[in-house]
């Protein structure tokens, strides 16, 4: 470890700080590191404290539900008062960030979620701001395989008249001609500054002309045809020279959607970094995004394929005078939050907290990017972006902004130029979210209810309450209901609308995107600006709602319902009734396999995000907020007696067998049964068995110790 002030960093790291991340900044090594120092000798006792202060609160409220009935609710919310979780809200007030993004304030669209560890996919996700309608209805579930339109060989032209009939009835109902329908088109032109479509030898407009956007080609030879609807585009391509093309009426080859508005390349629940050669992975892909020149080879098919950041798009507006639009996702960061600690330096012989170390490495990372030395332009507004996970209430918020505030004046940057988001993920957060959001009303650009750490948390704090509902019936909690849509009122009150995002979660299946399609809409619906989505399809897919739905309008609606109870959110949903023995065994073994499903590719394989078949086979995306519901639920019902602990080592050992069968194809893949005395297995096991004694239900203490015990051997 090399000495700079208090603190000690890892070589490796060091190295790549001083011959990578400085590469072209004009910045001393040893003036940064001891800055660095000085900021971890000031924010890691304050980071303690605050962790301190969770516990305190958590055995208080432990002790109060051993001695006190919920039959009095009114009690209960005043000894949360009495003790400081819950707190007073005080007057009104508006957001006020500077320098914010378009693709943030006033483009409502779908974003993504990656893993910035993983190179393609934080290609693939950058990369997603546009793409192919056709595609995503070909190559997924969204068009039937019924009468003859199967996904057979290279191209089945029954099942292309159907992608290419929805595309153009998509056209009809968001970019509409004063007669006729797209599908009638036999040519494209620009006329008098106006798109003009000719079906049957007659001239047609859209009824709304200041849809036509823009334009490729020749006016009366174009390639592509720039629409806009609700701040999103859709652009036309045509080719007659294309296979596709060629047998289209107008020569159209494909319609392409503006899609990922926005992405999150993640260094948090998604990917599995426990030391110093891991986080140099994660922060030399973000490193590449900033200055542009992350690439990645790969085969596919057969062929080796190199995946690179897309350029930006060229268009001529209807006056004929050039523009661009981004050719890129805006990207987000997202830190890990307070709780855990790096070996990759030390502060006085001790860990540091790795999200002060993701603090400093991805804002100056991001440098690159503010003082436009790279190849293109993340954020042309000039502000950094960071998501900051898993903060419970005011006090967290205020010292993640005196952080980033630190960190800033180390670089010599302005004051709020670092951004961020706000996870709505904590129960602490999530009842006092107002107060939140005023200790960052000039930096917050973000909050998103994430309600599968939500979820985690309202178990694990309401742990001695009593048994939970089975898992599968949370989604219908009233507590759920009412924390989704006072989220989305908090955010309006305090001036989010063309300021900032309002986001919701994750859609689950990766592979069910019909359904997706067919109930994601409730989204945009319930006043988010944007949602998450598991890949570039589903994001093509989702973004049609956002062409239903306009969301900045439909905000104003919602402006005049009341507000979301908070008594309904500090609901805590206990089980009521009594349990058959089939659903205690269905519980147990569903929960057990998704946490082994999860867990021995974390521990085994280092991946911390993936799609995990369920106890039914039905591919879900699992991450460390699914696994902390799962190991929180079992430690509940184990806690009061609800199941047995023999009970649930059998579920795991039955469940270790299926999860080694659904993993058979994997050549890298260890199996747990039938010794059931691996890394991973003890991991899952421990974080059931041991769950009521995790820091806030956390399972990253747990993983990351495994982890490094497995790489170690």
């Given at each position: 470890m090399n000495t700079h002030n208090k603190i000690s960093i890892h070589p490796d790291l060091e190295n790549f700080l001083v011959n990578e991340v400085l590469d072209g900044l004009d910045y001393s090594p040893k003036e940064l590191l001891e800055g660095f120092s000085n900021i971890a000798e000031e924010f890691s006792p304050q980071i303690e404290a605050a962790l301190a202060k969770r516990d305190d609160l958590q055995q208080s409220i432990d002790a109060w539900h051993k001695e006190n009935s919920l039959e009095d609710f009114q009690a209960y919310k005043t000894f949360l008062k009495d003790i400081g979780y819950l707190e007073d809200e005080r007057e009104d007030f508006l957001i006020n960030p500077q320098n914010v993004d378009p693709e943030i304030a006033t483009i409502a669209g779908p974003q993504l979620v990656v893993p910035v560890m993983n190179a393609r996919f934080a290609l693939n996700a950058a990369n997603a701001r546009w793409g192919s309608l056709y595609d995503a209805l070909y190559g997924t579930d969204m068009i039937s395989e019924e009468d003859?339109?199967?996904?057979?060989?290279?191209?089945?032209?029954?099942?292309?008249?159907?992608?290419?009939?929805?595309?153009k009835h998509f056209l009809d109902q968001y970019f509409p001609l004063t007669k006729g329908s797209h599908a009638e088109v036999s040519k494209y032109s620009v006329q008098e500054q106006k798109l003009v479509a000719t079906l049957h030898e007659e001239s047609i407009e859209l009824i709304n002309s200041e849809q036509f956007a823009g334009y490729t080609g020749d006016k009366k030879s174009l390639t592509s045809v720039l629409l806009k609807n609700n701040n999103l585009h859709a652009e036309i391509l045509i080719d007659k020279e294309d296979a596709v093309g060629a047998e289209d009426p107008a020569n159209v080859k494909d319609i392409v959607l503006e899609s990922a508005i926005t992405t999150i390349q993640d260094c948090e629940d998604s990917v599995a970094a426990v030391d110093a050669q891991d986080k140099i992975a994660v922060y030399k892909n973000w490193l590449g995004l900033m200055k542009g020149d992350l690439s990645e080879t790969f085969q596919k098919g057969g062929k080796e394929l190199t995946r690179t950041l897309n350029e930006d798009k060229k268009f001529l507006n209807p006056q004929g005078d050039a523009f661009t639009l981004p050719g890129r996702s805006l990207m987000l960061v997202r830190n890990v939050g307070h709780l855990m600690t790096t070996p990759a330096v030390l502060l006085d012989g001790k860990e540091?907290?790795?999200?002060?170390?993701?603090?400093?490495?991805?804002?100056?990372?991001?440098?690159?990017?503010?003082?436009?030395?790279?190849?293109?332009q993340n954020s042309r507004a000039g502000s950094v972006y960071i998501v900051k996970p898993k903060m419970h209430g005011p006090d967290e918020v205020t010292l993640a902004c005196n952080i980033f505030a630190a960190v800033e004046n180390l670089l010599g940057l302005e004051n709020g130029t670092v951004k961020i988001g706000i996870m709505d993920e904590e129960r602490r957060t999530s009842i006092n979210l107002k107060e939140c959001i005023r200790r960052a009303k000039d930096r917050v650009i973000f909050i998103n209810t994430g309600f599968l750490d939500r979820t985690g948390d309202e178990i694990h704090t309401s742990m001695q309450a009593g048994p939970m509902i089975p898992k599968n019936n949370m989604k219908a909690a009233s507590w759920i209901n009412a924390y989704e849509d006072r989220n989305v009122d908090v955010g309006l009150l305090c001036g989010f609308s063309g300021r900032a995002q309002i986001g919701k979660g994750m859609w689950p299946k990766?592979?069910?995107?019909?359904?997706?399609?067919?109930?994601?809409?409730?989204?945009p619906s319930a006043g988010a600006n944007c949602a998450w989505v598991p890949s570039p399809t589903a994001a093509t897919l989702h973004a049609m709602h956002y062409h239903e739905i306009d969301v900045i309008k439909h905000q104003q609606e919602l402006q005049k319902r009341d507000m979301a109870s908070l008594d309904d959110v500090l609901a805590i949903p206990l089980l009521r009734e009594e349990v058959t023995e089939n659903q205690i065994r269905s519980e147990i073994e569903n929960n057990a396999q998704g946490i082994l499903g999860y867990v021995v590719r974390w521990i085994d394989q280092g991946v911390g995000c993936s799609k995990v078949p369920d106890i039914h086979d039905v591919g879900l995306m699992e991450d460390r907020?699914?696994?902390?519901?799962?190991?929180?639920?079992?430690?509940?019902?184990?806690?009061?007696?609800?199941?047995?602990?023999?009970?649930?080592?059998?579920?795991l050992q039955k469940m270790a067998n299926k999860v080694d069968m659904q993993n058979s194809g994997d050549p890298a893949y260890q199996s747990m049964s039938p010794a059931f005395t691996g890394n991973a297995f003890k991991a899952a096991c421990d974080l059931v068995f041991e769950g009521v004694s995790q820091p806030n239900g956390y399972t990253e203490p747990l993983l990351h110790a495994y982890r490094i015990k497995e790489k170690a051997e």
């Open positions: 003859g339109a199967e996904k057979t060989g290279p191209y089945n032209p029954v099942r292309g008249n159907k992608v290419i009939g929805f595309a540091i907290s790795e999200g002060l170390m993701d603090a400093f490495f991805t804002v100056l990372i991001a440098v690159h990017d503010l003082k436009k030395l790279g190849k293109y990766p592979d069910e995107l019909q359904e997706m399609y067919q109930t994601k809409i409730v989204h907020a699914t696994c902390r519901i799962s190991s929180q639920h079992l430690a509940n019902w184990l806690h009061h007696g609800v199941v047995s602990k023999q009970q649930v080592m059998d579920a």
